[in-house]
C-alpha cells in the first residue's frame, strides 16, 4: 500500500501521545479506552498473557501493542482496514484525520463511511474537522449501494430531526435522521429527557445516507441548515442548548 510507512510513522507518534489515565474512579479506569487497548488489563501478544496496566508499565505496554499492530498491519492483504480494525473505536476518527493527506479519496471516503458507522459519539472530533474530511469523499467512495439508493430517492428539500442527548451537546452537529421516532429515541437515551430539534436541508447538502444501525441517519453540512426550529421541547426550564 502506497504511503503505509508514512500513516505507521504517524501512528506511533498518535498512539504514544496519548497518556496513562489515572482516575479516583475505579470504574472509569477499567473502561477507559486508549488507542491500541481499553481498561486495566491488557493481553500482551504473542502468550496473550493479561497484565495489569500501571503508570510505571504503561509506555511498555503501549509499545508492545504497537510492534504487534504494526506487524500485523504490515502483513495483512488489507492493510488500511486491519489498523482501522485493531483501533480503539472512540480514536479513529481523530486518527483518520492526522492520516487524510496519505489517503486516496477512495480510501478516506470507504474509511470514513465504515468508521463513522461504527463510532458512537462522532462530533467529539469537532464539527469542522468531520465537514472538512466529509467534503473530501464523494458520495460513491462514503456509501455502499444500499445507502446510495436511499440517497438517490430523498427529495431535494429534506425535513430532518435531532435528539440532543446532553445539554452540552450542539444541534447543529452533522448526524440528523429523517425518522422522528428515532429522534425521539436519542432524545430519550441515558434516561434523558432532551429536546428534539427540527430543520430543512437540501439535498446537494446532505453527505451521506446510512441506515446500518436502523437509525434513518443523514449526515448533513450543519452550516447549510435552515429552518431549524425545537419540535418537542421536552428538556427542563432553563436549560440552554448550543447551536
Given at each position: 500500500?502506497?504511503?503505509?510507512?508514512?500513516?505507521?510513522?504517524?501512528?506511533?507518534?498518535?498512539?504514544?501521545?496519548?497518556?496513562?489515565?489515572?482516575?479516583?474512579?475505579?470504574?472509569?479506569?477499567?473502561?477507559?479506552?486508549?488507542?491500541?487497548?481499553?481498561?486495566?488489563?491488557?493481553?500482551?501478544?504473542?502468550?496473550?498473557?493479561?497484565?495489569?496496566?500501571?503508570?510505571?508499565?504503561?509506555?511498555?505496554?503501549?509499545?508492545?501493542?504497537?510492534?504487534?499492530?504494526?506487524?500485523?498491519?504490515?502483513?495483512?492483504?488489507?492493510?488500511?482496514?486491519?489498523?482501522?480494525?485493531?483501533?480503539?473505536?472512540?480514536?479513529?476518527?481523530?486518527?483518520?484525520?492526522?492520516?487524510?493527506?496519505?489517503?486516496?479519496?477512495?480510501?478516506?471516503?470507504?474509511?470514513?463511511?465504515?468508521?463513522?458507522?461504527?463510532?458512537?459519539?462522532?462530533?467529539?472530533?469537532?464539527?469542522?474537522?468531520?465537514?472538512?474530511?466529509?467534503?473530501?469523499?464523494?458520495?460513491e467512495t462514503l456509501m455502499d449501494e444500499a445507502s446510495r439508493k436511499t440517497f438517490d430517492n430523498i427529495p431535494e428539500?429534506?425535513?430532518?430531526?435531532?435528539?440532543?442527548?446532553?445539554?452540552?451537546?450542539?444541534?447543529?452537529?452533522?448526524?440528523?435522521?429523517?425518522?422522528?421516532?428515532?429522534?425521539?429515541?436519542?432524545?430519550r437515551r441515558f434516561n434523558c429527557n432532551n429536546p428534539v430539534f427540527e430543520a430543512k436541508i437540501e439535498k446537494k447538502?446532505?453527505?451521506a445516507c446510512f441506515d446500518i444501525r436502523g437509525e434513518s441517519e443523514v449526515v448533513v453540512n450543519p452550516w447549510c441548515?435552515?429552518?431549524?426550529?425545537?419540535?418537542?421541547?421536552?428538556?427542563?426550564?432553563?436549560?440552554?442548548?448550543?447551536?
Amino acid at each position: 500500500m502506497k504511503n503505509l510507512d508514512k500513516i505507521l510513522v504517524v501512528l506511533k507518534r498518535f498512539v504514544k501521545a496519548v497518556p496513562f489515565f489515572a482516575s479516583p474512579d475505579a470504574l472509569q479506569m477499567v473502561v477507559k479506552p486508549y488507542p491500541l487497548f481499553q481498561g486495566l488489563y491488557v493481553a500482551i501478544p504473542p502468550s496473550r498473557e493479561l497484565v495489569l496496566v500501571t503508570q510505571e508499565n504503561y509506555q511498555k505496554i503501549v509499545q508492545k501493542k504497537l510492534d504487534f499492530v504494526i506487524e500485523q498491519v504490515t502483513e495483512a492483504d488489507d492493510p488500511l482496514v486491519h489498523l482501522f480494525m485493531l483501533l480503539s473505536c472512540p480514536y479513529r476518527l481523530q486518527f483518520l484525520s492526522y492520516i487524510q493527506p496519505y489517503l486516496t479519496p477512495e480510501q478516506l471516503g470507504f474509511i470514513l463511511g465504515w468508521t463513522w458507522c461504527k463510532t458512537e459519539f462522532p462530533h467529539q472530533n469537532g464539527i469542522s474537522k468531520m465537514v472538512k474530511l466529509f467534503r473530501l469523499c464523494s458520495k460513491e467512495t462514503l456509501m455502499d449501494e444500499a445507502s446510495r439508493k436511499t440517497f438517490d430517492n430523498i427529495p431535494e428539500i429534506l425535513t430532518i430531526y435531532r435528539g440532543i442527548q446532553s445539554k452540552k451537546a450542539r444541534i447543529r452537529g452533522l448526524s440528523w435522521t429523517t425518522d422522528l421516532e428515532k429522534a425521539k429515541w436519542f432524545a430519550r437515551r441515558f434516561n434523558c429527557n432532551n429536546p428534539v430539534f427540527e430543520a430543512k436541508i437540501e439535498k446537494k447538502n446532505v453527505f451521506a445516507c446510512f441506515d446500518i444501525r436502523g437509525e434513518s441517519e443523514v449526515v448533513v453540512n450543519p452550516w447549510c441548515l435552515k429552518e431549524v426550529k425545537c419540535k418537542i421541547r421536552t428538556y427542563a426550564k432553563g436549560v440552554t442548548h448550543n447551536a
